[in-house]
C-alpha cells in the first residue's frame, strides 16, 4: 500500500515557476507508476504526467514543453516542476500511484495541494 502527500503549492504570478512535490511511503515506492492530476475550478479531474519507477515519463499535451515530472526513489518523492505558469493552470493538484508501470486507474490518491496563479 502506498501513502502520498502532496506539497508545494501556492499563488503565483503568470509566467512563474512553481514545483510540487509528493511525498510517498511503502517499502515498494519504486514498483509504482505516479501520476499528477489537476481539477481546475469547476472542471473534472484531468490527467496531466506520469512516471514510472525506471523514469518512463508520459505527458499530456496540455503540459508538454511546460512542465516537467522526475522522481526520486531513494527519497521515495515525485516532482512536478511547472514553468511559465498560466491562470488557467489554477487548479487543485492531486499526485497518484498504481502498480506497475503505466498508469490507466490510480488506486491511491493525496489529498491535493492548491494553485493560484493571478495575471
Known amino acids: 500500500q502506498v501513502q502520498l502527500q502532496e506539497s508545494g503549492g501556492g499563488s503565483v504570478q503568470a509566467g512563474d515557476s512553481l514545483r510540487l512535490s509528493c511525498a510517498g511511503s511503502?517499502?515498494?515506492?519504486?514498483?509504482?507508476?505516479v501520476g499528477w492530476f489537476r481539477q481546475p475550478p469547476g472542471k473534472e479531474r484531468e490527467f496531466m504526467t506520469s512516471?514510472?519507477?525506471?523514469?518512463?515519463?508520459y505527458y499530456a499535451d496540455s503540459v508538454k514543453g511546460r512542465f516537467t515530472i522526475s522522481r526520486d526513489n531513494v527519497e521515495k518523492t515525485v516532482y512536478l516542476q511547472m514553468t511559465n505558469l498560466k491562470p488557467e493552470d489554477t487548479a487543485v493538484y492531486y499526485c497518484?500511484?498504481?502498480?506497475?508501470?503505466?498508469?490507466?486507474?490510480?488506486?491511491?490518491w493525496g489529498r491535493g495541494t492548491q494553485v493560484f496563479v493571478f495575471d
Open positions: 512516471i514510472s519507477g525506471n523514469g518512463e515519463t
Open positions: 497518484a500511484a498504481e502498480f506497475g508501470r503505466v498508469m490507466r486507474r490510480a488506486a491511491y
Open positions: 511503502g517499502r515498494l515506492f519504486n514498483t509504482y507508476v
